[in-house]
Every structure is written in C-alpha cells, then in structure tokens.
C-alpha cells in the first residue's frame, strides 16, 4: 500500500484529494476547500510514510485500491502541483474510472523546472535556502526549513502569513520528496496522452505562479479535449490557499454545469 486515506468529509461525488510538496501532508487543503463539502465528498489522501518505495506505478495502483474500497465507481481528483501529476496519471491508466480533473498549478511533464529554477534567483533567501537543504542531511526537518523560506517564492504577499502558519504545521515527507525528484518527475510525461484524456477538467492556477509559471497549467487546458482554463489573478502557486472564496466558487460553478444538484 502507497496511500490512506486520513479523513473524509462532505456530501456528493466523491473528490479524492492529492496534496503536492511533493511530501506536504493533505492538511494545507484545510480549511480553504471547505465550502466544497457542500456538493463534494472530500477524501484527503496521503501517502504511507513506511511504503517499501515511491514509484508513479505504487501512487496509482493506491489511488485505485483506495477507490475500490470507497466503494464508487468513479471518482473526482483535485490535484496540485506534484498531487497534478499524480491525478494524471491516475486518469491515463484509470480513465473510465474518472468522473473529473480538477488540476491545480501543475503541467504535463518536468518542463516547467528550467524555468522555476530561473526565476527563484530573484528570490536569494528562499534560493539559500534550498541551498541549505541540498547540503544538509535531507531530513524531514530539514525540508521544512526549505518549504518555509520558500513562501516569499510561492505565495503572494497578502497570503504569505496564513500560509507560513499552514506551512509550519504541516508533517513533511523528505523522502517522498527525494523520491519523486529522482524516480518519478524525470520520467513522467503526460503530454502525448492529454489528447485522450476526454474526461471533464478543470485547469486552475495562479497568474503568479513562479513554481509551475502558468503557461503549463495553459498548455494542459488547450491539448484536453474537455477542459477548462481559469487564471485567478492575485494567486501564486496556491490559489486555494491564496484566494480560497474564488476558487471554490469557480470549482462549484464547474461543478453544477457538468453534475447540477
């Protein structure tokens, strides 16, 4: 087993929930995407800290056990950033078991690395800190220390409070991290698959975004034949963080066009 599920909350169609970092915990989603219990029924994945390895085969073959198991025949996934590419990937092996997508802040493939490594080098201290962190044991602590000097980077400056207090409570995964750096992100791309995804989908991200610029994000929404493009306009790379009521309201407007209640 990969994944478990901590919590569920909410009624409706049952939307599984895929934190990025990657190796944040699914707790960053919380409070922000409580307006959605109203017409969700939100499972917040996480995965095993003892899992025998991280592989994009072991995420998926858990995100369909956990699936089975809820008892639906088909599921939503919300997924950002890393938990993007998870959901993806997902919907390639699993598409008939996909109701939708709603992808946030995340691309088809590693592309989009070049150019956040570029742009963190008008950020000296969150780009330090990284620097610490590469040459430090890599260890849970130590990727926390990373992450938190990495808001000024990620988010806008209006959230940046609130998500330091998010962020410095959240359980953090070094491993799942290095993991994914090394196995799964230089070996995944979605891209020649994105045409075959016929799925409803909603492609949410910042106009901000610095992490994963938002011309990826783009690029999902034009090659999906049923997708949709939304660009919140004061957000970075956490728009359910950074203008929680706007996303919500643009997920429920989908939502009811696609499942009304």
């Known amino acids: 087993m990969s994944m478990h599920v901590v919590k569920k909350r909410g009624e409706g169609p049952p939307c599984f929930l895929l ?22 029924r939100l499972f917040f994945l996480e995965h095993d800290r003892d899992a025998p390895e991280y592989t994009l085969e072991n995420i998926v073959n858990g995100i369909e056990k956990l699936r089975r198991e809820s008892g639906h025949e088909k599921i ?5 950033s890393a938990g993007g590419l998870f959901s993806l990937s997902y919907a390639i092996h699993f598409p008939h078991n996909v109701m939708g997508l709603i992808l946030e802040s995340t691309a088809a493939d590693k592309s989009f690395v070049k150019e ?14 990284l620097q610490e962190y590469i040459a430090s044991d890599r260890t849970d602590e130590d990727y926390k220390k990373m992450s938190l000097r990495y808001i000024p980077f990620s988010v806008m400056p209006e959230a940046q409070k609130s998500a330091l207090v998010v962020f410095d409570n959240i359980h953090y995964n070094a491993r799942l991290f290095e993991e994914t750096k090394k196995k799964i992100l ?23 975004d610095r992490v994963v ?8 929404a034009e090659k999906m034949p049923n997708a949709e493009f939304v660009m919140l306009e004061n957000s970075g790379h956490f728009p359910h963080l950074e203008e929680p009521k706007k996303f919500c ?12 209640s």
């Open 19 to 40: 934190h990025g970092g990657p190796g944040f915990d699914s707790s960053y989603f919380d409070p922000f995407l409580q307006p959605l219990e109203k017409s969700l």
């Open 76 to 80: 939503l996934l919300l997924g950002h």
């Open 116 to 129: 956040s490594e570029q742009a963190i080098k008008a950020y000296p201290d969150a780009l330090a800190g």
């Open 186 to 208: 230089p070996y995944f791309s979605a891209r020649e698959h994105l045409p075959k995804l016929t799925m409803p989908t909603l492609v949410i991200t910042g106009k901000h």
């Open 213 to 220: 610029a938002p011309s990826y994000s783009q690029e999902l």
């Open 249 to 260: 309201e643009v997920v429920e407007d989908w939502m009811n066009r696609y499942w009304p």
